[in-house]
């Protein structure tokens, strides 16, 4: 995609959505940890239902810790792979209580050090929490990336460095959730939704936007 699509592209994102957010339901940047660390292979419909009972008894690292594994796998376990999630998060609480005060660190190094977070988690945190210019690739960002020819790449790493490369900076901070709603609600896997879609003209999926 040349750079006046690309410009184009998220201009109409923008225009659209001028402020998007995560659909992850949290209140502060560990709620946003533990949400995340959740979602991995789960919708976020079905995080926050877990969440929203969970957050209510316990919402800070000394909190969770005290429920213990099985009273935190009570609240999270319609989540899948809730058995690993549940020890990660443990751990990850303590290693927040140990090293880091209590509190979410602003920092990649530090984040990826915890239990159950990886560069996409980190990333999500960095920037939804802290406003940080970062761009997450899931699998929503990585087909729309590839589909369109904003970004391609054959791995989330590639595709995220280049999205870094090619967005006009000032986007940067909010194309994470601009591309991740478009691939979960327009650009889907099996049907894309390309005769509504806002940025067909400018799209080189051609096999299904093409007149």
């Given at each position: 995609?040349?750079?006046?699509?690309?410009?184009?592209?998220?201009?109409?994102?923008?225009?659209?959505?001028?402020?998007?957010?995560?659909?992850?339901?949290?209140?502060?940047?560990?709620?946003?940890?533990?949400?995340?660390?959740?979602?991995a292979q789960a919708t976020d419909?079905?995080?926050?239902?877990?969440?929203?009972?969970?957050?209510?008894?316990?919402?800070?690292?000394?909190?969770?810790?005290?429920?213990?594994?099985?009273?935190?796998?009570?609240?999270?376990?319609?989540?899948?792979?809730?058995?690993?999630?549940?020890?990660?998060?443990?751990?990850?609480?303590?290693?927040?209580?140990?090293?880091?005060?209590?509190?979410?660190?602003?920092?990649?190094?530090?984040?990826?050090?915890?239990?159950?977070?990886?560069?996409?988690?980190?990333?999500?945190?960095?920037?939804?929490?802290?406003?940080?210019?970062?761009?997450?690739?899931?699998?929503?960002?990585?087909?729309?990336?590839?589909?369109?020819?904003?970004?391609?790449?054959?791995?989330?790493?590639?595709?995220?460095?280049?999205?870094?490369?090619?967005?006009?900076?000032?986007?940067?901070?909010?194309?994470?959730?601009?591309?991740?709603?478009?691939?979960?609600?327009?650009?889907?896997?099996?049907?894309?939704?390309?005769?509504e879609c806002i940025v067909r003209?400018?799209?080189?999926?051609?096999?299904?936007?093409?007149?």
């Open positions: 995609m040349k750079p006046d699509r690309r410009e184009e592209f998220f201009r109409r994102l923008k225009a659209a959505m001028p402020e998007p957010t995560t659909e992850l339901e949290y209140r502060t940047p560990f709620e946003l940890l533990v949400a995340v660390i959740l979602s419909v079905g995080v926050n239902r877990a969440t929203r009972r969970l957050f209510a008894v316990a919402n800070t690292p000394q909190q969770i810790l005290e429920l213990g594994l099985d009273g935190l796998k009570d609240y999270i376990r319609t989540i899948g792979l809730y058995n690993s999630k549940a020890d990660n998060i443990l751990k990850t609480c303590g290693i927040l209580l140990q090293q880091h005060a209590g509190d979410v660190p602003r920092d990649r190094a530090a984040l990826e050090a915890l239990p159950g977070v990886g560069r996409k988690t980190a990333n999500v945190v960095l920037n939804t929490a802290f406003g940080e210019p970062t761009i997450a690739v899931d699998t929503h960002i990585f087909r729309v990336a590839n589909r369109t020819g904003l970004a391609p790449g054959k791995t989330p790493l590639q595709v995220e460095l280049e999205l870094l490369r090619v967005v006009p900076e000032r986007y940067h901070k909010d194309a994470h959730h601009w591309l991740i709603l478009h691939g979960r609600y327009t650009c889907k896997a099996r049907k894309p939704a390309c005769p003209d400018l799209c080189g999926f051609k096999s299904k936007t093409a007149v």
